[in-house]
């Protein structure tokens, strides 16, 4: 008989990953987990009840705030605050970073970025949705209120990230940096059980996720690889295989696990990249890097290696298997 292993047993057994976290970081992930479970629920009966749709507000990024992205917005904030380990949260929906009220947490050591639902427009046509979060160490002393520059450290610095995919199963995925570990939500017993241990990407794939819609605004290097991946090549298997759901933690699991790359590239309307460096754009280089892949904003320019500036900056995306990844440097070189 297959033995379950939980979430919560796979942390107590690798806390030697972590050893000066004394527990700490096994409680961020309590509350992870436990705002993991709430928001299953309400996206798993989202069309019974009246939480779909746009809540009628937009969010910093100029979004239409869906009533779900606040609903998880509030239940991720109040989880992490609970446990005192967290002194301070950035996340989409909010415009400046969160801190608690004044004498809470202020000895929290580490802070959380989130996109609390990402591909959240898919909601109200049942399309899978996804958490991002990623954790680090703060800079600023223990016992003093946290600072901006808590928040804008490089990616590599990163002690944890991960995501929650709500599909037709919902999963916990994450890293500590040592390996990437998938955990699947049994919702009869309440728990996140491993089933999918030491993920590691395809070294090639078949698939390439674009929005071939904003083709026409693409840089020439970035036009010149998506008609490369369309030619016929029995050697390179291609043509590949066009897949995108317009779900950034749907399309980057699909790939983790059968290989493949997303891109997500400048353009006319996005100049910088539409995608947020440190709650969208870091936690998945994070991933994929653990997982033996790749992600790169330019030719040469690791995602993990950017020096925030804004808490919500974009950068380009180009993350998936290292040859893929690689193949498709060599072209926006060439076109430069
Ligand atoms: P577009 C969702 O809004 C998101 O941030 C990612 O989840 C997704 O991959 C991307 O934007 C989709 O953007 O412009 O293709 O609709």
């Given at each position: 008989m297959k033995m379950i292993k939980t979430l919560g047993e796979f942390i107590l057994d690798n806390q030697k990953e972590y050893p000066d976290a004394s527990g700490e970081l096994t409680s961020l992930f309590s509350s992870i987990r436990l705002a993991a479970k709430i928001l299953h629920r309400q996206i798993n009966k989202a069309g019974l009840?009246?939480?779909?749709?746009?809540?009628g507000a937009e969010n910093v990024q100029g979004e239409q705030q869906q009533k779900l992205d606040i609903y998880a917005n509030e239940h991720f904030k109040n989880a992490l605050a609970q446990?005192?380990?967290?002194?301070g949260i950035g996340s989409e929906e909010e415009e400046e970073y969160v801190t608690f009220e004044e004498t809470k947490n202020l000895d929290g050591r580490y802070v959380v970025l989130m996109d609390p639902l990402d591909g959240s427009s898919n909601i109200d046509v049942n399309v899978s949705v996804g958490t991002i979060f990623s954790v680090y160490q703060r800079?600023?002393?223990?016992?003093t209120k946290v600072t901006e520059a808590d928040f804008l450290q490089p990616g590599h610095k990163q002690v944890a990230a991960g995501y929650v995919i709500y599909g037709s199963s919902t999963m916990l995925v994450y890293s500590t940096g040592n390996g990437v570990n998938g955990f699947t939500y049994d919702s009869t017993i309440g728990v996140f059980a491993l089933?999918?241990?030491n993920l590691m990407v395809p070294e090639d794939g078949a698939i390439y996720s674009v929005n071939e819609g904003n083709y026409v605004h693409f840089p020439e290097g970035v036009k010149k690889y998506i008609k490369y991946c369309q030619e016929e090549d029995e050697s390179t298997q291609r043509p590949y295989t066009s897949r995108y759901i317009g779900s950034l933690v749907s399309d980057f699991h699909r790939n983790l696990i059968k290989g493949g790359i997303y891109l997500y590239p400048t353009s006319s309307r996005y100049p910088d990249g539409k995608?947020?460096?440190?709650?969208?754009?870091n936690p998945m280089a994070f991933l994929i890097e653990q997982a033996g892949g790749k992600a790169i904003s330019y030719p040469g320019k690791r995602i993990l290696d950017i020096e925030p500036t804004k808490l919500h900056q974009r950068c380009p995306l180009f993350v998936g298997s290292p040859n893929m990844v690689d193949k498709l440097a060599q072209f926006i070189e060439a076109a430069d």
């Open positions: 009840v009246d939480i779909t749709g746009a809540a446990r005192g380990v967290v002194c800079i600023s002393p223990v016992g089933s999918h241990p995608l947020r460096l440190l709650y969208e754009c």
